[in-house]
């Protein structure tokens, strides 16, 4: 028997930073409807949660998943659950999509609390940095402008 433990947060935004999850219910709706969803892809989420135009998530990989395929399967069904749920009005588009983009970032056993912590408290942490400051400071402190240069 293999034991494995890939812990991986994954940050992803709107389509164009569209700011479509204003509401913090229906962000919490969401937030259920992509933990119910992903439990029967038999995909475990240990923390999830996000702002106005973007999510945050703390997902568990087993040995025969990706993060490609695994984060595809979340934001193609909730883009789709969305749609169907309507109830949103946005002046900038007619349809809810995510950004094909995302971040993932391994996370040590020594510092899953403090990342569920920082996922928890999105609105709080909004309310100081923009989303656009907190996914540049993520990309610059973990060094991914130089492995692009390079």
Known sequence: MSFIKIIIHCVWSTKNRIPFL???EFRNE??????????KKNIYIDTINGYDKHCHCLISLKS????????????????????LRGGFTNS?????????????ISVSESNLAMVREYIKNQERH??????????KSFVEKLGFYQIRRG
């Open 30 to 39: 969401l937030w259920d409807h992509i933990r119910h969803n992903s439990k």
């Open 126 to 135: 909004h309310q100081k940095k923009s989303f656009e400051e907190e996914y």
């Open 92 to 104: 900038f588009a007619s349809k809810f999509e995510w950004q094909d983009e995302y971040l993932a």
């Open 64 to 83: 025969d998943q990706c993060i490609k395929d695994v984060l595809q399967l979340i934001k193609g069904e909730s883009s789709r659950w969305i749609n």
């Open 22 to 24: 204003k509401s913090p």
